[in-house]
């Protein structure tokens, strides 16, 4: 039977420095086991790390004088575009393509007058572009103006929903409104409006001429005649031909007339107890588109 060879020796185990037993035991009460304290670092050793962050410090610093230096050369640089830009002479722009307008020669031409400039008429007295009234006739008592004038309150009053009328005057930029009326005979009345509008946005004229044109002839188209106003594009007459009585009264036959012109809006309402022809209510408008 073979012997067992021979284990290599155990490593010599390292000198553990002594510990005062004071320091020992405060050690064992508060940490437990007494462990022996590391070997301390070489003196190289200790040095390394302090070499190391001396070199850090003297990157970081010429990273910052680097940075530094990159922004005074911008800022010397723009500065220097700036003084050389300034001590040029300034580039001329191209000419423009549109060729010189050659001026106009001889006297300029005279103003418009009132006869020919439709605004000089109509920014005057309104009320002087209605018709006269008719030799013979009498002053229409039952008219609702001051002075020739109807405001927009009494003006709304004359439809149906007043309320209603006065919004919508108000969004058209209603302006003023002109009126006169008559009496011919015992049964005969007129009355003529020109209502302005300062059409800033809309061209409420037209509008309201459309407005009045649709109404006239509204459920009564089987006993109303209605013809074109020449002259004026889009206005027309209407004669109704089957009368209206209310409460007794004799009968009352009736036409009307819309039409407009710029900012003016022309309405003329004609009643009799009699029928009324088409010719009286279509003089009545032409000359009254005239005089527009």
């Not at 003297?58 to 300034?86: E, K």
């Not at 049964?187 to 006239?216: C, K, M, P, Y």
């Amino acid at each position: 039977m073979q012997e067992e060879p021979a284990r290599p020796a155990a490593p010599t185990a390292p000198t553990t420095p002594e510990i005062p037993e004071a320091e020992a035991e405060s050690r064992e009460t508060a940490d437990g086991p007494v462990v022996p304290d590391a070997p301390a670092p070489l003196a190289a050793d200790a040095a390394l790390p302090a070499e190391e962050a001396g070199r850090r410090r003297r990157r970081g610093r010429t990273a910052l004088i680097i940075a530094a230096a990159a922004a005074l050369g911008l800022v010397a640089g723009a500065c220097t575009g700036v003084l050389v830009q300034a001590d040029r002479e300034p580039t001329k722009l191209p000419p423009l393509s549109q060729a010189a307008l050659a001026h106009g020669t001889g006297k300029a031409p005279k103003p418009l007058s009132a006869d020919q400039d439709r605004r000089v008429r109509t920014e005057g007295d309104l009320r002087e572009l209605l018709l006269k009234k008719p030799r013979g006739a009498r002053e229409a008592e039952w008219l609702e103006s001051v002075d020739g004038w109807m405001d927009l309150a009494t003006y709304a009053a004359t439809f149906g929903r007043p309320d209603e009328q006065f919004s919508q005057y108000v969004h058209d930029d209603f302006r003023r409104a002109a009126v006169t009326g008559w009496e011919t005979g015992d049964t005969r009345n007129v009355e003529i409006r020109l209502i302005q509008f300062r059409q800033e946005e809309v061209l409420s004229a037209l509008e309201g001429s459309d407005n009045g044109r649709h109404w006239a002839g509204w459920g009564r188209e089987d006993d109303t005649d209605r013809w074109p106003i020449p002259g004026t594009g889009d206005g027309e007459v209407f004669v109704h031909k089957r009368p209206e009585a209310e409460g007794g009264s004799l009968p009352v036959y009736s036409a009307e007339a819309h039409a407009w012109r710029g900012d003016i809006e022309m309405e003329i309402w004609m009643t009799g107890t009699e029928r009324i022809g088409k010719d009286q209510i279509m003089d009545l408008a032409r000359r009254q588109m005239e005089r527009l």
